[in-house]
Each structure stands twice: as structure tokens, then as C-alpha cells.
């Protein structure tokens, strides 16, 4: 197809934006009227009612219209389409195009996406992928570009990415900014490395999000002044207040890893909510499934006793704005047709979703919609991510003394809980490696995990945040082994062992993180795979393998398990 020329694009922009004005202003029919609409406001926080026209996908205006097709909203609440200020995809070990088919019910119409899950894999090839994974779906994905990869340079990644190898990426126009900045200590240390990075987002007149839990201080000062200008980390209000009176945004999160939202609640009133936007981070296929997306985000705040109307202004317009995605997250002229039909507030049940004027969930189904092509350079590359030779027991049998990481049920924080050179079941002593799986280097860093409460075999994942190298718990060395030739064996993903023997395993053979099934079908053998770890001793207080995946994230405290050993994040130092 002959690439279209400037002045033709120009008139075709012309003919659009004419018809667009003959429709706002009554002489033609609108593609869409949602006649009888009582819908939220977000400017002047109320209720309005009339009839809103769509035109070429953007509203046209509210007022007495007619169209070619006429949907009668009597009875119901009209919304602005939800958007998640912060997410990574790859969490629902789904592709992005299931993802969308799975939000779109539960009226998600934007998202805005940190896709360093994949890129810790993958590097700049796995931007790339998720950029053509998401072009054109029916869900909006804008992203952040990952700004640690590795997290920090204690962490070993499959690829390292400073800021000529992202710098290209800005020019795409779904890159939105800079993603969360979770090398905090490179922030406030002067890091010239970490810093450049800020700066090139800042050339590009991007955003740059945070990632900084209980940062306080002149520290937090360093931080912010550093050009950081958001958080989604704060577990709490006094933590989010001092950041928000400092000027950063606030993302209140609420997903499948971290539940923020009855904490952070005295910030969903008119003197803080401004400044605040909700987030799901990572959402899990049962979360999604079971609970929703955004919409369970404010189903749970109107239920805590939040002002429905300021509810759904967080959900949608002012992410919206911080992002500077300026036609969407209202109901006005001139705003794109993303539209989120739902009974009521008490019940919040979602009866039809629009996405540029377009049906796309009818209270039923979702529409179909075409898969986004990509490049098969990309396909084949994302399919061959492991680099490790066999492992035996033997991997495993180191007897020094090791750091203990000590496990805090609900949290992903860890304690320190002194050392121990041998696996006790009994006292909840058991041993966790992370095996270096990219560049087969062979490194593998051993420690030692309570609270984790298995009493035989073992548990292995290629999910673990944020390099993505397998992460395994055991009750015996053998089994350890075991599990993990058994991830290398699927490409990627979960497995539960007990006596050599597979009790439970999802394969995510894309980048070691994703499937290329259907959410439904990974969340049956995900459940399955969580009953088997169940059944040898795990405790229910956690999830089996979500809460495993962020033992060898290096920017939480206290503990962490990465290739090279057991290190203490706040100082930055092996124990």
C-alpha cells in the first residue's frame, strides 16, 4: 500500500473534522446516540442528562440528537471509560490481546503500561514486542519505558538497558514517559547512570514515574527534585501524603500483589483526590476473572464510604490528565467515544462498554476483534528465552550459612530472620535459589525462606520480578533440581514437584512470563497448580507463587535472594 502524502492526510483529517462539526451542531445524523443518557460530569462533578452524539469515534456533544444507530440508556449511569495508571501486563501471564478481551468487561478502555517484566528478558526486542502485541486493540495501551533493567546493577538480567538503548523508543506515540524509577538509591546517591535516564525522559518532555516506598526526608526531597513525579507505592497515608505535599501524584493501588486502597481511603476526598489516580500494578488471571479491574478498584472505594462522582474522576480523568491524554477520561466534545454504561453505584454492575463509539461489550460478550501482528522474528525470539545447562541436587547442596528471608503474610516486605545452614521443615526452614537462566552463566545464588510453610518438594517459577530468573523453594535438594529443569523444559512458567514428580505446572512459554492461551485456561491450571503446592504444606496466608516472585526483587526490603547471594536492599550489600 503507497504511503499516504501529507497534503493528503491533511484532507482527510479536513473531511473528518467537518463532519464532525456538522454533527455537533445538528444538520447530520451522529454513527451513535445514547439517547435518554444520565452521565457523570467529571468537570463539574454532577450528573447530567441528555443525549450524547458520537461522531468518527469522539463525542460531537450532549444535548437533543438523532443517529443512525440509537441505544436508549433510560434508567442507567453513563461513564468515562476507566484507565490504570500503571500496570504491567505480562502479570496476567496472558497475551496483551486476551488481556484486553478480559478488561473490556469490566469497562477498562485505557491502560497505561511498564513493560519491564518482558524486557528484563528481553531487552529493547521485548518493548518492541509488546509494542506490536498491543497495536490496535480495543483496550488503549500507552507505555512507560523501563527505567531498571536490571533493578539495580546487584540484580542479573537478560539484557541491560541505559538510556541510548531506550532513547528511540520515546518517538513512538504510545510512549507516554519514563517508567517507575525503583532504583531509588541511584536517585538520591547522584548516580550518573540512573540519572541520565531522567534527564533524556525530561529532553523528551516525558513523564517519569516513582517507585519509592516509605522514602522520607531530605531523601525523598533528592528523589522528587530528581524529576520523579508520581508513586504508586505507598502502603499507607502519612507515606502518601508526604509525597503528595511535595507535588508528586499519587496512584492508589489496588491489584492482585499489593491491596492499598483501605489505607490510603483518607486521600479519596475533595482536599487530596485531585492528585491521586487509581493503579492495579499486577493483576492476576483469578483477580481478573473474579474480582475485575479498575471497576473493582471502585466498587471498593464507594464501599468504604467515597463519594461515587469523585470515585470515577480518579478512575478515569485524572490519569488521563497526568498522562496528558488529553481526549479521554470525560464525557465532553471532542473526547474519544469510551463509554462505561452501568446500573448504579451501589451495585456497579456494567451493562455495556463503548470504545470509539464502538460496542465492544454488551452485559454478555465481548466482541471479536482481530489479533495484532507481529513481526515473527519476535515470535521466535520470545519462544527461545532459556539458556541453562541440567541441574542436579548437587546445585543446590551448599552448607555454609546463609541469610534466612523472613516472609510477612499480606506483604511482599521481608525480615530478617538471622542465618542457617540446613533445611528444617519442621521449623519452617527451607532453602531458596535463584538460578541464573539467560545467559547460561551457571550462577546460582542459595539462601534460606520462612514463612513459606512447604513440608516436601518444591516450588519453582520463571515469574520473578524483575529479572526473570527461575526462583525455586524446596523441602529437599532433589525435587529443587527437578522443578527447575522442569520450567527450563516448558520454556517458562510454574511448576510444583514432589519426588520427581510434576504435581502441578502452568506453561508460559512467551518470554517465560506469558501464554499464548486463553486467560480462562491459564487461571484452571494456575488454581490447580496453587491446590498442589497447598497440599505439600504451603500456607494459605499467601499465594503460592506471586508471593515466591518478589523474594528476588532487590529494591523491596529487607531481604532478597538474587544469582549472586542473599542481600540486605537497605544497604545495598550481600549478608
Not at 21 to 28: I, K, Q
Not at 90 to 117: I, K, N, Q, W, Y
Not at 146 to 175: K, N, Q, W
Request: charged share 25%; proline share 5%.
Amino acid at each position: 500500500m503507497a504511503k499516504e502524502s501529507y497534503t493528503g492526510r491533511i484532507n482527510r483529517k479536513l473531511m473528518k473534522k467537518l463532519r464532525i462539526v456538522e454533527v455537533a451542531a445538528g444538520r447530520e445524523k451522529a454513527d451513535l446516540v445514547l439517547k435518554n443518557a444520565a452521565y457523570v460530569n467529571v468537570f463539574s462533578s454532577q450528573i447530567c442528562r441528555a443525549d450524547i452524539a458520537v461522531a468518527e469515534g469522539l463525542i460531537v456533544g450532549m444535548g437533543t440528537y438523532s443517529g443512525v444507530q440509537e441505544v436508549d440508556v433510560s434508567g442507567k449511569i453513563v461513564l468515562p471509560g476507566f484507565l490504570d495508571a500503571h500496570i504491567h501486563l505480562e502479570s496476567a501471564m496472558v497475551s496483551p490481546g486476551e488481556f484486553a478481551r478480559a478488561v473490556l468487561p469490566h469497562g477498562t478502555t485505557t491502560v497505561v503500561a511498564d513493560p519491564h517484566e518482558i524486557a528484563n528478558v528481553m531487552g529493547a526486542d521485548g518493548i518492541e514486542y509488546m509494542l506490536q502485541a498491543t497495536e490496535d486493540l480495543p483496550v488503549d495501551v500507552r507505555f512507560m519505558l523501563p527505567s531498571c533493567v536490571p533493578a539495580t546493577p546487584m540484580d542479573e538480567s537478560g539484557a541491560v538497558l541505559d538510556y541510548r538503548t531506550i532513547d528511540s523508543f520515546y518517538d513512538h506515540p504510545r510512549v507516554q514517559g519514563l517508567a517507575e524509577m525503583m532504583n531509588y538509591p541511584g536517585v538520591i546517591g547522584a548516580d550518573p547512570q540512573v540519572i541520565e535516564k531522567i534527564v533524556a525522559a525530561q529532553a523528551h518532555h516525558k513523564k517519569i514515574d516513582g517507585h519509592a516506598p516509605d522514602l522520607l526526608g531530605n531523601d525523598l526531597n533528592a528523589y522528587i527534585a530528581a524529576g520523579v513525579y508520581s508513586d504508586h507505592e505507598c502502603h499507607d497515608a502519612a507515606d502518601a501524603v508526604a509525597k503528595l505535599e511535595r507535588g508528586q501524584f499519587i496512584m492508589i493501588r489496588e491489584g492482585t500483589a499489593a491491596r492499598n486502597l483501605a489505607a490510603l481511603m483518607p486521600l479519596m476526598t475533595p482536599q487530596y483526590a485531585e492528585r491521586c489516580m487509581f493503579c492495579c500494578d499486577d493483576k492476576h488471571p483469578n483477580d481478573l476473572l473474579e474480582k475485575g479491574h479498575i471497576d473493582y478498584n471502585i466498587r471498593e472505594a464507594i464501599r468504604l464510604g467515597a463519594d461515587p462522582i469523585l470515585t470515577i474522576r480518579v478512575a478515569c480523568h485524572h490519569a488521563a490528565r497526568y498522562y496528558l491524554l488529553n481526549n479521554r477520561g470525560a464525557i465532553a466534545p471532542g473526547y474519544l467515544a469510551d463509554f462505561v454504561v452501568i446500573d448504579n453505584f451501589q451495585d456497579f454492575n456494567i451493562q455495556q462498554v463503548f470504545k470509539k463509539g464502538v460496542e465492544m461489550y454488551d452485559g454478555t460478550s465481548v466482541r471479536d476483534f482481530p489479533a495484532p501482528v507481529i513481526d515473527p522474528y519476535l515470535v521466535r525470539r520470545a519462544h527461545d528465552t532459556f539458556h541453562l545447562a541440567h541441574l542436579t541436587a548437587e546445585d543446590f547442596a551448599e552448607r555454609r550459612p546463609r541469610g534466612i528471608i523472613g516472609m510477612v503474610p499480606g506483604e511482599i516486605v521481608t525480615t530478617d530472620q538471622g542465618y542457617s545452614d540446613h533445611i528444617d521443615p519442621e521449623w519452617d526452614i527451607l532453602k531458596i535459589a535463584v538460578v541464573e537462566r539467560h545467559k547460561n552463566t551457571r550462577h546460582i545464588g542459595i539462601g534460606y525462606l520462612q514463612g513459606y510453610g512447604l513440608k516436601r518438594g518444591a516450588v519453582a517459577t520463571s515469574v520473578s520480578h524483575d529479572s526473570h530468573n527461575i526462583i525455586v523453594v524446596g523441602a529437599g535438594e532433589e525435587d529443587m533440581a527437578a522443578a527447575v529443569n522442569r520450567v527450563a523444559e516448558n520454556r517458562g512458567g510454574i511448576v510444583v514437584m514432589e519426588g520427581g514428580r510434576v504435581q502441578g505446572e502452568v506453561a508460559l512459554p512467551v518470554a517465560g512470563l506469558m501464554s499464548d492461551g486463553t486467560l480462562e485456561e491459564v487461571n484452571s491450571a494456575l488454581e490447580a497448580a496453587k491446590d498442589a503446592a497447598f497440599a505439600l504444606g504451603v500456607s494459605r496466608e499467601i499465594d503460592p507463587f506471586m508471593t515466591l516472585s518478589f523474594m528476588s526483587l532487590p529494591v523491596i526490603p529487607t531481604l532478597r535472594l538474587t544469582t549472586r547471594g542473599v542481600i540486605d536492599v537497605d544497604k545495598q550489600q550481600y549478608v
